[in-house]
């Protein structure tokens, strides 16, 4: 593991100089981004080698006697590894540009600092092989997380949406202690290798209170909430990571805890269905409400978890079902998903963060033809749309369609599987089509029609970096969507080193199903050529003018006319209401010339509604009856202490 | 391989004649004598004739709508089993790619669509986005149901040769409310009465031919003949659903397919003429049942089909 300790390196390297450097902003940064993609760059290679190459690796520092750190590199960790270092070398490249015009240089140094760490804990967590290890960069993780979404902490809005990321991640953080203190109680040790023998009642309770833990940092709903509101708060290649990065070690939790507990009950993967295929639909549901771009993005965060979800139940479902090759093609189709949606939604949030920084705003219903002045961003944002959408020949779809197989698969076994599977197979066809809703609206209102203020027409897109950045992700849609057999060995990979009981994997069966996608997605392009050559030869040398668009009839139309996202989606919305209660506010109009006047909607997300008045007012209302504890003498703290070890010590 | 590929050519030809029977129905209800069965193919000709005006709002997705469209309704076609035959592809798991590639299409529809910046036409897109969710999850039903009954994933395997028969015989009741439910996916999706009315006069009331107000000219064209293949593409399996017969004459199975077809239109033909459009918030009601019916489908099988 010699390489992938010294790629980490260099990137706390980079993050550490541009601390040091701070007084040399340009120098630092050029410095900064240099080593953190270097270091990126060789940790990428060391996992794809270590892909290639399957063998486990491992290393152990014992310096902290019983707390030793304990790292090993399989299958799983080093295709996490390779999300993690591929994205993470992108937004790097992207923030170059990106964070020119910070204005404030201790800001920017900060940031890069908080991001190098983020890095190199988020690839420790996934390679970290006990308890403690896991825990401590996971909380590493988390804590730098909180720094890089409080980067614009003069706005109350960054605050606030700092400071609920800052609680659901601790309470999340809790949930896994409590799980990793069940397993601590009945093995004895930090090790992951003990969890196996657990009683089942324990291994049930660990897996729902990791599974709680876990998907608060993935975002599923209900533990999403403080997603919408964190991702938007960071500068965009932050959000990058963080949607589509860090919310995947997560899901890596998941996994890992499933794998370990190694527990095959149908349990588990019907529980993470009913998570993938609430989460999916509501995600995508809010999304469609949202009037901000970023925030619009995050919640389908929460939309792509749940399919990545999905997915997983449905290989566990396979799993405890004895189907090796349902098995197989939920996890496949669920980690191949993971690469996928790091991939276009870092590319989206790329896109949206370039929006922001040449318009200043991430208001969708203010924008508009924005697609005409940035034509890489806008190209390439529509390529991300269409792969996020699951469409054909994008990389989406391919991942959905082993999902897919992998749902048809239990429809022929008994009928507790057969009705997951329905609810699995069902609700992905709803969560795609609305899911095409939702970036039809964007690229719709965004990128075309006619710029709807004043923000949005003096509009340029420079920034080589960041063009460069959003491209190499656009190609990588494409290429994948072609020929998905050039990565599937990676997720295959991953899946072969879980070790489910279906080894070994009929590679040979995945590999026809890749081919026919290419053969699919060949035949499709093939198929336009000829109505492209249609189209050219009865264009030839015809008269072809340009003219306003047809107003049916009404000849003095303005750009305030055109439908708005608001109006677009409020017809779908209306489906949804009992699950997306809608906020409106305009005030009646009155007379024959009504004067000015406005209209203000708001989609409320239920799990946020109910939080307040579920969790946070009761946890209020207890502190506030036990508030004579706290009498601000620290001698009386001391006493609680004292008191407190005394009480343990007799009752354990 | 070269009778399949005969009969797609034959399918992209022969949809816009179709088609023209259903006019030709509604006429006769009128009482009216009711344009030439060849109307469609004079209309294609005259808009290959023209030129084109282009807005100015619009971009290159104005002019990649009806590429994509087309191009997506005859990549589907080809792997659509016409009249029993083999198609020409088929993999397992097509079902999921054609309903994609039809999403695809749709995808470029809207854009094209939004990218005129008239409100009419964003209004088309908002409902052109919505009732087609529905349907998906009905048309995947459906497949639930087949996949249940065979154990295969892809067209070839519910349509072509013995196979439909076959079908009937291990699920005869549960595939006649299939029928239905396809019948209500086919008018929605096509944009038929009740979910749609493509005569319309009144653009706020329009759901596709709003969408298309400022295509003109061959790009126009290509969007008609799109719209013609995607109705025979699912008239083609409601035909082969209710005469699955094979005769053991190669010519009469084409016969009976070509009845099946001109049943189907007819039916939808004097749908349109007997009953209004439904109001627009009514709609989603009347694609749910097509839902409801093959859910309800799938749950005998469960019972009573082992």
């Known amino acids: 593991m010699g390489q992938f300790f010294i790629s980490i390196l260099i990137i706390l390297f980079g993050g550490f100089f541009s601390l040091i450097l701070v007084r040399k902003a340009k120098f630092a940064k050029i410095i900064t981004v240099f080593l953190l993609s270097i270091g990126c760059l060789s940790g990428l290679m060391d996992a794809v080698l270590n892909l290639i190459q399957p063998g486990i690796a491992g290393a152990s520092f014992k310096y902290l006697n019983v707390f030793f750190l304990a790292f090993r590199m399989d299958g799983l960790s080093g295709f996490f590894l390779v999300v993690i270092f591929a994205v993470c070398l992108l937004a790097t490249l992207y923030s170059f540009h990106y964070m020119e015009h910070s204005g404030n240089d201790v800001r920017t140094a900060v940031n890069y600092f908080f991001f190098s760490i983020l890095i190199a804990s988020m690839a420790l967590v996934v390679t970290a092989a006990n308890m403690i290890t896991f825990m401590l960069f996971w909380e590493i993780m988390s804590l730098s997380s909180f720094f890089l979404v409080i980067y614009k902490h003069h706005k109350a809005e960054s605050r606030k949406a700092g400071y609920l990321y800052f609680v659901f991640s601790h309470v999340g953080a809790m949930f896994i202690f409590v799980a990793f203190g069940i397993v601590y109680g009945y093995t004895g040790s930090f090790g992951f290798d003990a969890m196996g023998s657990l009683p089942e009642t324990a291994k049930i309770l660990v897996f729902i209170f990791s599974f709680v833990g876990f998907g608060s940092k993935a975002g599923v709903f209900p533990f999403h909430v403080w997603l919408p509101h964190a991702h938007p708060a960071a500068p965009s290649h932050i959000s990058a990571v963080m949607s589509g990065v860090m919310i995947k070690i997560g899901i890596y939790g998941i996994i890992k805890m499933y794998v370990l507990l190694n527990f095959h009950t149908p349990i588990f993967g019907n529980i993470v269905i009913v998570a993938g295929v609430v989460s999916g639909i509501l995600g995508v549901v809010y999304a469609l409400g949202q009037h901000d771009l970023k925030r619009l993005l995050a919640y389908h965060s929460v939309e792509n978890i749940g399919i990545i979800l999905i997915g997983l139940g449905i290989g566990m479902i396979g799993v405890s079902s004895k189907n090796p090759l349902m098995a197989v093609l939920g996890f496949t189709g669920g980690l191949f998903h993971v690469l996928n949606h790091s991939i276009f939604k870092s590319l989206l949030f790329m896109g949206a963060g370039m929006v922001l920084h040449k318009t200043g705003t991430r208001s969708i219903d203010a924008l508009g033809g924005l697609i005409k002045k940035m034509k890489i961003t806008g190209i390439t944002f529509i390529i991300g749309s269409l792969a996020i959408c699951g469409l054909p020949p994008f990389n989406g779809f391919v991942g959905e369609f082993f999902i897919y197989i992998g749902g048809f698969k239990g429809i022929a076994l008994e009928n507790s599987v057969f009705a997951a599977s329905i609810f699995a197979i069902v609700s992905l066809a709803v969560i795609g089509g609305l899911a095409l809703a939702c970036f039809t609206k964007v690229v719709g209102v965004v990128f075309q029609g006619e710029p709807r203020t004043k923000a949005a027409v003096d509009v340029d897109e420079k920034g080589p970096t960041m063009l460069i950045s959003m491209s190499i992700l656009a190609g990588a849609c494409i290429l994948i969507g072609i020929f998905p057999q050039m990565i599937i060995w990676m997720p295959i990979k991953a899946v072969s080193a879980l070790g489910l009981g279906y080894n070994p994997i009929d590679f040979e069966s995945i590999l026809q199903m890749t081919a026919n996608i290419t053969l699919a997605a060949t035949i499709f392009l093939i198929t336009l050529l000829p109505v492209i050559a249609i189209r050219w030869f009865f264009y030839r040398g015809k008269i072809i003018r340009r003219s306003g668009t047809w107003g049916c009839g009404f000849t003095q139309p303005t750009v305030k006319m055109q439908y708005t996202g608001s109006s677009y989606a409020s017809f779908i919305l209306d489906f949804f209401r009992p699950v997306a209660p809608l906020d409106e506010d305009h005030p009646k109009i009155t007379g024959r010339f009504p004067l000015k006047t406005y209209y203000k909607s708001q989609v409320n997300d239920i799990a946020e509604l109910n939080m307040k008045r579920v969790v946070v007012n009761p946890v209020l209302f207890l502190f506030d009856k036990l508030r004579w504890i706290q009498q601000g003498d620290i001698h009386l703290y001391i006493g609680y202490i004292l008191l407190a070890i005394i009480l343990l010590l007799v009752f354990i | ?306």
Request: proline share 5%.
């Open chain 2, 1 to 306: 391989m070269i009778e399949s590929i005969i009969l797609w050519l034959f399918a992209i030809s022969a949809a816009p004649f179709f088609s023209a029977m259903i006019l030709k129905v509604k006429a006769f209800f009128g009482g009216r004598k009711g344009p030439p069965l060849l109307i469609n193919y004079y209309t294609l000709i005259k808009l290959f004739k023209k030129g084109s005006v282009y807005s100015t709002s619009t971009t290159i997705m104005f002019k990649l709508g009806p590429i994509i469209s087309l191009g997506s309704a005859i990549t589907v076609l080809m792997f659509l089993p016409i009249a029993g035959q083999q198609a020409i592809f088929s993999f397992n798991g097509d079902i999921i790619f054609i309903l994609y590639t039809m999403g695809l299409s749709r995808f470029f529809t809207i854009a094209a669509a939004m990218d005129t910046a008239s409100p009419f036409e964003g209004m088309g897109a908002a409902r052109e986005a919505y009732f087609p969710i529905i349907c998906e999850a009905a048309t995947f039903m459906i497949f639930i149901l087949f996949y249940r009954l065979t154990g295969e994933l892809q067209l070839s395997a519910y349509f072509s040769g013995d196979n439909t028969i076959a079908l009937w015989n291990l699920a005869g009741a549960p595939l006649l409310f299939i029928i239905f439910s396809f019948f209500i996916i086919l008018l929605t999706e096509n944009s038929r009465v009740p979910a749609d009315d493509p005569a319309t006069h009144l653009e706020l009331t329009m759901i596709h031919e709003v969408m298309v107000l400022d295509h003109s000219g061959p790009d126009l064209g290509l969007i008609e003949l799109g719209s013609f293949c995607k109705l025979f593409f699912y008239s083609t399996i409601i035909s082969r659903l209710i005469l699955p017969f094979d005769l053991g004459f190669p010519g009469l199975a084409f016969v009976l397919y070509l009845l099946g077809l001109a049943l189907v239109y007819i039916a939808v033909g004097v749908i349109e003429s007997i009953i209004a459009r439904y109001r627009m918030d009514a709609v989603p009601q009347f694609v749910l049942t097509s839902f409801a019916l093959a859910f309800f489908a799938t749950i005998i099988t469960l019972e009573f089909i082992r």
